[in-house]
């Protein structure tokens, strides 16, 4: 009967974590095994690992097996402490002189091996080296290299554990993105009809188009049911546009743009959606006209979101500018620049994350889906460009929209522009 460590089924447990038996060979184990041999002057080298009931090489120098069953495995006894144990000559020691590896093939002689140990102390099996004659010695530096050896393949294990939690927490993370997704296109889909009707008959009660209504202060209730109405349907189609980005389903529509038509269009949309006073937005627009080669209805939404981000955060009295610059080398900024609450380093890197909502709040502020900014961030790099934002707590927020240099020219080359 094999020796077994008092605390084997933990012991086990933590050799299944690293989901490693029956893998492949791998060359940074396999390298280790072969500078092994030389390193000690030996036929063979193993990284061994103890299963319940057989001991499995990760990676072998020098036999043409796999494993072998645990009742015969030398490294059952070596992980019963973290100590090297090295045995010059088996036929001399009482352990192994009966042992079918020592008495028929492959004739095992000699044997030094160093305990795998984890970072919780567990020991999983051994790095070790075997030769087919008995041996005078192992000297003290021997003994000290092969601890190196080693301590170099079970961080190559534990490197090898990281990268698998890392890949499984991704694909977990993709799959509950996907469920996000699904699930927000058909809220959306589902909601969206119905929400339109709401708005439409809000409308009408509010135009009076069948007659007066009988107390002026319904004009007022009607108002907000199609402001309302309105908010949710921008919220559905929001949705909708993230879901595609994500999918795949979304193409943009390149037309020439003028840039300061961008802007002034930008300024008019949220004053009339919001009802924001004209004076709180100011305009700086490029020193010449610039085209934007891009989507006018991306675009449009970018800014319109940028826009909402600065009057939601707003303390009460927003003051935004808009404006647009070009670099030396062409490329074009487009700019919203706000005095609201801004955001720490940490507050922006959640606001950029899909589905994360910040702590923070302003004056105008009220809830959504935490999925604004990274569907900003998901168009403007849908055309080539990027996200740059900079914030700080109190004293507000500029976010811009770089776009590439092969979308922007100088407005004289265009004869029209599609605003």
């Known amino acids: 009967m094999f020796p077994v460590p008092f605390n084997d ?126 041996r005078d010695a192992f000297s003290v530096e021997d003994v000290s290299a092969l601890k190196d050896f080693a301590r170099s393949a079970m961080q190559v294990l534990e490197l090898r554990r990281q990268a698998k939690i890392k890949n499984d927490q991704d694909i977990e993370g993709r799959i509950a993105e996907d469920a996000r997704i699904d699930l927000f296109s058909t809220v959306a889909h589902e909601i969206r009809s119905p929400i339109a009707a709401l708005n439409s008959s809000a409308n009408i009660l509010q135009s009076q188009i069948f007659g007066p209504v009988g107390d002026e202060r319904y004009l007022e209730f009607f108002s907000v049911m199609a402001e309302t109405a309105e908010q949710v349907m921008t919220l559905t189609d929001r949705m909708l546009d993230f879901a595609r980005l994500k999918t795949g389903d979304i193409e943009i529509s390149d037309e020439p743009l003028s840039v300061v038509e961008i802007l002034s269009k930008a300024k008019r949309s949220t004053v009339q959606i919001t009802g924001q006073d004209d004076r709180n937005i100011e305009i700086v627009p490029p020193q010449k006209d610039i085209v934007l080669t891009a989507d006018s209805a991306y675009v449009s939404q970018m800014l319109h979101n940028l826009m909402a981000n600065a009057i939601k955060y707003s303390n009460g009295d927003p003051r935004i500018e808009l404006s647009a610059e070009t670099s030396e080398t062409g490329v074009l900024a487009i700019s919203v620049a706000d005095n609201g609450i801004g955001m720490s380093s940490e507050g922006l890197a959640l606001a950029l994350q899909p589905y994360k909502q910040l702590k923070q709040s302003g004056r105008n502020a009220a809830g959504g889906v935490g999925i604004g900014l990274p569907l900003v961030k998901r168009l403007i790099e849908l055309h080539g460009g990027q996200l740059a934002v900079d914030s700080t707590e109190g004293r507000g927020t500029k976010v811009s929209l770089i776009f590439p240099a092969y979308r922007v020219e100088m407005a004289k080359r265009h004869e029209n522009f599609a605003v």
Request: hydrophobic share 40%.
């Open 9 to 134: 089924a933990q012991r086990l447990m933590a050799l299944e974590s690293y989901d490693v038996l029956d893998s492949s060979p791998e060359e940074a184990f396999d390298c280790l095994t072969r500078l092994a041999c030389r390193q000690f002057n030996t036929p063979v080298a193993l990284v061994s690992l103890v299963d319940q009931s057989r001991q499995w090489f990760k990676s072998v120098q020098g036999l043409d097996v796999r494993e072998t069953d645990r009742e015969s495995a030398f490294c059952g006894y070596a992980i019963l402490s973290d100590e090297p144990l090295v045995v010059l000559n088996t036929t001399n020691d009482q352990r192994f002189a009966a042992n079918a590896l020592v008495c028929d093939q492959p004739g095992i002689r000699f044997y030094a091996g160093v305990p795998l140990v984890t970072h919780t102390g567990f020991r999983l099996g051994t790095f070790c080296v075997i030769d087919f004659t008995a």
